[in-house]
T-cell receptor, first 118, second 112 residues
Framework: GAVVSQHPSWVICKSGTSVKIECRSLDFQATTMFWYRQFPKQSLMLMATSNEGSKATYEQGVEKDKFLINHASLTLSTLTVTSAHPEDSSFYIC??????????????FGEGSRLTVL | GEDVEQSLFLSVREGDSSVINCTYTDSSSTYLYWYKQEPGAGLQLLTYIFSNMDMKQDQRLTVLLNKKDKHLSLRIADTQTGDSAIYFCAESFTGGGNKLTFGTGTQLKVEL
């Protein structure tokens, strides 16, 4: 299947700093990428939908000024957690859908990025 | 809104069959999926079923869908220790732009 890679896989930062997480589709072009957040032992919560060349669509309750999403190319979307605080500590997962999409609407998931804010 | 529920934990012995259940509330779902998540990793799509199907089999995996009761199950035959993981069901909707609503996840533990 297609490969989606996230970087970094684990980041620890001090409170108040900003952290950027990258999501890359390695062997296909992704028109749409999704960013999820997962707390320990909980399900994935969709944060936003990122479309190449346009503004991201945020889910209700997600602060767009806090979680900046940029989808500048067909293979890269970035999530920047601005002025991170301990409550932002979480596992962030991206997924991507290719240009063809496929009838199943299959999404390919990254390995996840664990953010710990001290 | 959509609500997808799963049991939190299931423990089985190696070689037995595992059945993971999922209930959902929105009847307009188009596709239903099963994903596997190993510790500290992303999600791996295991299988999916279109909402007008009742059953789908793929090697050791069997998916059953009861649309009337809004109940989805995943049966893993001959469960192995490598099957230990968290299993998420998810649904997508017509016109939903491939947005998935995930269940709460079931942790499967396979014991020797």
């Amino acid at each position: 299947g297609a490969v989606v890679s996230q970087h970094p896989s684990w980041v620890i930062c001090k409170s108040g700093t900003s952290v950027k997480i990258e999501c890359r589709s390695l062997d296909f072009q992704a028109t749409t990428m999704f960013w999820y957040r997962q707390f320990p032992k909980q399900s994935l919560m969709l944060m936003a939908t990122s479309n190449e060349g346009s503004k991201a669509t945020y889910e209700q309750g997600v602060e767009k000024d806090k979680f900046l999403i940029n989808h500048a190319s067909l293979t890269l979307s970035t999530l920047t957690v601005t002025s991170a605080h301990p409550e932002d500590s979480s596992f962030y997962i991206c997924s991507a859908r290719g240009l063809a999409g496929g009838k199943t609407g299959e999404l390919f998931f990254g390995e996840g990025s664990r953010l710990t804010v001290l | 809104g959509e609500d997808v529920e799963q049991s939190l934990f299931l423990s089985v012995r190696e070689g037995d069959s595992s059945v993971i259940n999922c209930t959902y509330t929105d009847s307009s779902s188009t596709y239903l999926y099963w994903y596997k998540q190993e510790p500290g990793a992303g999600l791996q799509l295991l299988t999916y079923i279109f909402s007008n199907m009742d059953m789908k089999q793929d090697q050791r995996l069997t998916v059953l869908l009861n649309k009337k009761d809004k109940h989805l199950s995943l049966r893993i035959a001959d469960t192995q220790t490598g099957d230990s993981a968290i299993y998420f069901c998810a649904e997508s909707f017509t016109g939903g732009g491939n947005k998935l609503t995930f269940g709460t996840g079931t942790q499967l533990k396979v014991e020797l």
